[in-house]
């Protein structure tokens, strides 16, 4: 301070300054508040997330066991019945178009071996 200032004085630069900080105190305080509201409404997010946890494993549980199945008996099933229609197909008369007699049950017990 200079000698012609008085000790209770303040200068310009000081006064602006002061307001100056008291604007980023306010500003900060504003940036706290919204990060605050931020953080709940991740954590609430993140609860409704959470409560999903088991309806997903429950899914990839029943993905993992239709892929089983698929990779399994259900191809090799599908590629039996198409050799068998091809068979079948290669047998029938192609003048008659007629099956012979229990065909169709024959096919209905496969079809219900695939379905177990």
Same mark, same amino acid.
């Not at 307001?19 to 008291?22: A, D, G, I, K, V």
């Not at 980023?24 to 940036?31: G, N």
């Given at each position: 301070?200079?000698?012609?200032?008085?000790?209770?004085?303040?200068?310009?630069?000081?006064?602006?300054?002061a307001?100056?900080?008291?604007e980023?105190?306010?500003?900060?305080?504003?940036?706290l508040?919204?990060?605050?509201? $931020?953080?709940?409404n991740? %954590?609430? &997010?993140? @609860?409704?997330?959470? =409560?999903? !946890?088991?309806?997903?494993? $429950?899914?990839?549980?029943? %993905?993992? &066991?239709? @892929?089983?199945?698929? =990779?399994? !008996?259900?191809?090799?099933?599908?590629?039996?019945?198409?050799?068998?229609?091809?068979?079948?197909?290669?047998?029938?008369?192609?003048?008659?178009?007629?099956?012979?007699?229990?065909?169709?049950?024959?096919?209905?017990?496969?079809?219900?071996?695939?379905?177990?």
């Open positions: 301070m200079s000698s012609s200032q008085s000790p209770g004085s303040t200068s310009y630069f000081e006064q602006q300054r307001e100056l900080l008291r980023i105190s306010l500003s900060f305080e504003q940036v508040q919204n990060i605050n509201r $931020l953080n709940r991740l %954590e609430s &997010v993140i @609860a409704v997330g959470n =409560e999903f !946890s088991s309806v997903e494993a $429950l899914w990839s549980q029943f %993905e993992n &066991v239709m @892929a089983k199945d698929g =990779e399994g !008996s259900g191809e090799k099933e599908h590629d039996e019945e198409r050799a068998r229609e091809r068979e079948d197909s290669e047998t029938t008369p192609k003048g008659d178009g007629s099956q012979s007699p229990g065909a169709d049950e024959v096919k209905q017990e496969d079809d219900d071996e695939t379905i177990r």
